[in-house]
């Protein structure tokens, strides 16, 4: 019978370990099913996303791993959700190891090695030091400036 694999997150500025993870978990069964977190649901849980929901879906539903994707609006949904989809296996990466365990009385709990050195919150780090960095040379040239007309009179 198909084997049906489900996990859950919010996937922006979506990276090789994202793409790792899906790989991985689309090996582990026969269709992927992805909940994604809405932005009501990010911002209970303190993430403010760079991509909207529709655009993250989009890109979801453009990956040759995923079936389907649907979204993610609070903490207690996965029981139904796992019901409704008939799924196998529950897998997250292992940032989350353990904190799903609950689950294992209707399905099989999987957590997965995260891949190392790369995450969305890394990726909006680099991003604002790359923009500080701008920023510091755009308030340079204006100091410059400042200093030249000052000369001028
Ligand atoms: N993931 C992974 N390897 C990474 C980053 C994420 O396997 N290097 C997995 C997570 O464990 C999770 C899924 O990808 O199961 C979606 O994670 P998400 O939180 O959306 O991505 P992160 O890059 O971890 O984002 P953040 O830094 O905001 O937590």
Same mark, same amino acid.
């Given at each position: 019978m198909a084997? %049906?694999? $489900? #996990?859950?997150?919010t996937f922006d500025l979506f990276h090789v370990g994202h793409v790792r993870?899906?790989?991985?978990?689309?090996?582990?069964?026969?269709? $992927? @099913?992805?909940?994604?977190s809405s932005e009501e649901f990010n911002s209970i849980k303190g993430k403010k996303t760079v991509i909207p929901y529709e655009f993250r879906k989009e890109i979801l539903e453009s990956c040759r791993y995923i079936d389907k994707v649907?979204?993610?609006? =609070?903490?207690?949904? !996965? &029981?139904?959700? @796992?019901?409704?989809?008939r799924a196998d296996i529950f897998a997250m990466g292992d940032d989350w190891a353990g904190k799903f365990d609950n689950l294992s009385d209707i399905c099989e709990v999987v957590y997965l090695p &995260? %891949?190392?050195?790369?995450? %969305? #919150?890394?990726? !909006? !780090?680099?991003? =604002?030091?790359? =923009?500080?960095? !701008?920023?510091?040379?755009i308030r340079n040239m204006v100091d410059v400036l400042q200093a030249e007309l000052k000369a001028v009179g």
């Amino acid at each position: 019978m198909a084997k %049906t694999v $489900l #996990t859950y997150g919010t996937f922006d500025l979506f990276h090789v370990g994202h793409v790792r993870l899906l790989r991985r978990l689309r090996q582990m069964g026969d269709r $992927l @099913i992805v909940g994604l977190s809405s932005e009501e649901f990010n911002s209970i849980k303190g993430k403010k996303t760079v991509i909207p929901y529709e655009f993250r879906k989009e890109i979801l539903e453009s990956c040759r791993y995923i079936d389907k994707v649907f979204p993610e609006h =609070n903490w207690d949904q !996965k &029981r139904s959700d @796992i019901a409704r989809e008939r799924a196998d296996i529950f897998a997250m990466g292992d940032d989350w190891a353990g904190k799903f365990d609950n689950l294992s009385d209707i399905c099989e709990v999987v957590y997965l090695p &995260r %891949t190392s050195d790369v995450s %969305t #919150t890394e990726l !909006k !780090k680099y991003m =604002n030091a790359v =923009n500080q960095e !701008k920023l510091g040379a755009i308030r340079n040239m204006v100091d410059v400036l400042q200093a030249e007309l000052k000369a001028v009179g």
